[in-house]
């Protein structure tokens, strides 16, 4: 097989999760390369493009744009925020808030998600490389935040 061959896939790239067909977000290849296990990178494709499916009643987190493939949290070095609920669990990758660190801040100045946005301003996070979703954590932490104080 010539790895430099340029991939001819003209196969169908499809976005919908195939164990719950919800629709996921593509990620970048560098994102899996990351942060999935040794064992998983193992045998991705990289001609393949792979998508993200948020929906916290899935346990999937990764699969294949032509369905060869799907990654499950265990088969990633960090906890997934859309697949896991402790308080453990990172909402910011990059500056390392968790649910819980969030909730300790709750009316502390400035807030965090004002400090997360001065971060991301000063191009200083790496979303692409610490978060599984691959992109921006902030919509997350405003909605985590908004959910608190509904509680
Ligand atoms: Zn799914």
């Keep these: 097989m010539d790895c430099c061959a340029p991939s001819n896939n003209t196969e169908a790239i499809k976005t919908e ?32 493009s ?39 669990v990172p909402v910011c990758y990059c500056f390392d808030w968790t649910r819980e660190r969030l909730l300790q801040s709750v009316g502390s100045d400035p807030k965090p998600a004002e400090q997360i946005k001065s971060h991301v301003q000063a191009g200083r996070c790496g979303c692409e490389v610490n978060n599984p979703q691959g992109a921006c954590c902030l919509g997350n932490v405003n909605v985590f935040l908004r959910g608190l104080k509904e509680v």
């Design 17 to 48: 999760c195939p164990s719950c067909g919800e629709k996921g977000k593509n990620v970048q290849l560098i994102t899996l390369k990351s942060l999935l296990k040794s064992s998983a990178i193992e045998i991705i494709e990289p001609e393949n």
């Design 50 to 88: 792979y998508v993200f499916c948020s929906n916290p009643a899935c346990s999937i987190v990764y699969f294949s744009g032509n369905y060869s493939q799907t990654f499950v949290e265990n088969d990633i070095k960090v906890q997934v925020y859309q697949k896991n609920q402790s308080t453990d």
